[in-house]
């Protein structure tokens, strides 16, 4: 079908291919960029072999596919500048091919929270590289402290993971206190923004982070792993205030440390939140 919908396009047509359908099929996606009658662009969320958890012989042959693609093609979009230098030095990109769009947000209201302290809110899809395990464990860390958290995001994508996440729920018995919501959209996402005090993402690897954009665009302020394109989503305000916590990734201590902080210190809520 892609093939066909190449084909028939007029020459000259400019073309923007998504990566996670292009890079898979470089014996379609090369011949028609080699060719040279299409203006092609492929846009990269997150470079195929850096999902979390696969097996080194996959990530090997998705790399090696993605990279033919991306070589071939005159123009290769990516989401943030750690992005464009992860692609350049990976796959030996001409810097000059490699742009960056970075995301942004719908003008949102501000999310009036529940108490401005208690309820954290984490919005990513249930999986590996979203990393929520180590989020289950921070906070069955910090057990003492009168949060609760949503969990919202797909339990589609790899339901033996999420099997192991509500095993690990229960075993610190958090049942009442931490919800897998599920997806969201609509009113029902604008609502769990609405009540959220602190957004919380603790993923492997993000090539952005369009969450932590949604949730300052609400006055959200977020506590991140320092992964990947997250510091740039987090940002600076005008004025140089940084509206977010950047922790180091696979330590859920330092996240559990940074709760405790935001609990304890009227001060770093104030500051954050105005930065947000």
């Not at 589609?156 to 919501?181: C, F, K, N, Q, S």
Request: with cysteine.
């Amino acid at each position: 079908e892609l093939a066909r919908t190449l084909r028939e396009l007029p020459d000259g047509a400019v073309v923007l291919l998504d990566g996670l359908v292009a890079c898979g099929v470089p014996e379609i996606v090369v011949p028609q960029a080699e060719e040279g009658r299409l203006r092609m662009a492929v846009l990269v969320h997150l470079p195929l072999g850096d999902e979390t958890g696969l097996d080194a012989a996959v990530a090997a042959e998705l790399d090696a596919r993605e990279r033919a693609v991306l070589r071939a093609v005159p123009a290769v979009i990516a989401t943030s500048d750690w992005a464009v230098r992860r692609l350049v030095s990976h796959h030996g990109l001409a810097p000059e091919r490699v742009h960056v769009a970075a995301p942004g947000a719908d003008i949102a209201p501000l999310a009036p929270g529940t108490d401005g302290v208690s309820r954290l809110l984490c919005v990513a899809a249930v999986t590996p590289r979203k990393g929520q395990h180590r989020l289950v464990e921070a906070l069955a860390a910090v057990a003492d402290l009168p949060w609760s958290c949503a969990l919202v995001g797909g339990l589609g994508h790899d339901p033996e993971y999420v099997a192991h996440l509500r095993g690990l729920i229960r075993e610190h018995g958090l049942e009442d206190r931490l919800e897998l919501t599920g997806p969201q959209t609509g009113a029902a996402l604008d609502a769990s923004y609405a009540a959220a005090d602190l957004m919380v993402l603790t993923s492997y690897a993000e090539t952005y982070g369009m969450a932590v954009t949604e949730a300052l665009a609400r006055g959200i302020p977020v506590l991140a792993t320092d992964v990947g394109g997250l510091p740039e989503a987090v940002g600076r305000a005008p004025d140089g205030g940084v509206p977010g916590i950047l922790v180091p990734p696979e330590n859920p201590a330092a996240i559990a440390a940074e709760l405790r902080g935001w609990f304890g210190e009227a001060d770093v809520r104030r500051r954050l939140k105005a930065a947000a």
